[in-house]
């Protein structure tokens, strides 16, 4: 069925280091993939998408390109800030039958 | 502050009962989506709900039910509660409904069960 594997956490990085939380799907069909973030006591807010293969979405510095021939939609920043410590989530929605699947979530804490 | 309002902020109640969660969306949103966040099954997608009508249904147990009525507004009742139904729901809403539409969460509503 379809899926969504996303790496384990906790990660905790020194600021300005380079962040690669990776994500792999299953899907039948053309999924849409999405980064969605959750801070602290709060739901959750739309990070990045992509709705076709070669896509590559970015919003505050992270990216990611959805790879079909990997399967996958890592994502990725440059330079991490103690202000994107949060749990990031990879997700995953397809159009048959309209069902949305989310990663387990891992959890950044980014440290001065 | 996405937009979408969600009202208890929190829930204590006891086995067996019966509780409603309710879930306004954004202004100009026609969909409304359900999710549950537990500790040991993450977060779930429950239904989803168009204009009134139900656009696609997920791990819902037959114990939950949800609607939306005419003002876009949607409930989601669960009952015959388990200690297992302890965790956050989400809710969630798009403007049309759509796989690839951003879907803005609420802030969600913590349901303890004793």
Redesign the interface.
């Known amino acids: 069925g379809d899926s969504v594997t996303q790496m384990e956490g906790p990660v905790t990085l020194s600021e300005e280091a380079f962040l690669t939380i990776n994500c792999t799907y299953t899907a039948t069909g053309y999924p849409s993939l999405f980064w969605y973030v959750q801070y602290p006591g709060e739901g959750l807010q739309l990070l990045l998408k992509a709705t076709k293969a070669d896509d590559k979405g970015s919003n505050k510095g992270f990216e990611a390109t959805y790879r079909k021939e990997t399967t996958s939609f890592h994502l990725e920043k440059g330079s991490v800030q103690v202000s994107d410590s949060a749990v990031y989530f990879c997700a995953l929605s397809v159009n048959t039958g309209n069902q949305f699947y989310f990663g387990t979530g891992t959890s950044l804490t980014v440290i001065p | 502050d996405?937009g979408?309002t969600q009202t208890p902020k929190h829930l204590i109640t006891a086995t067996g009962q019966r509780v409603t969660l309710r879930c306004s969306p954004r202004s100009g949103d026609l969909s409304v989506?359900w999710?549950q966040q537990s500790l040991d099954q993450?977060?779930?997608?429950l239904i989803?709900y168009y204009n009134g009508e139900e656009?696609?249904k997920?791990n819902i147990l037959e114990r939950f039910s949800a609607q939306q009525f005419p003002d876009l507004h949607s409930e989601l009742n669960l009952s015959s509660l388990e200690l297992g139904d302890s965790a956050l729901y989400?809710c969630?809403s798009s403007v049309e409904?759509?796989?690839?539409d951003?879907?803005?969460?609420?802030?969600?509503t913590r349901l303890t069960v004793l």
């Open positions: 996405s979408v989506y999710y993450g977060l779930q997608f989803q656009r696609a997920g989400f969630a409904g759509l796989n690839t951003t879907q803005y969460f609420g802030p969600g």
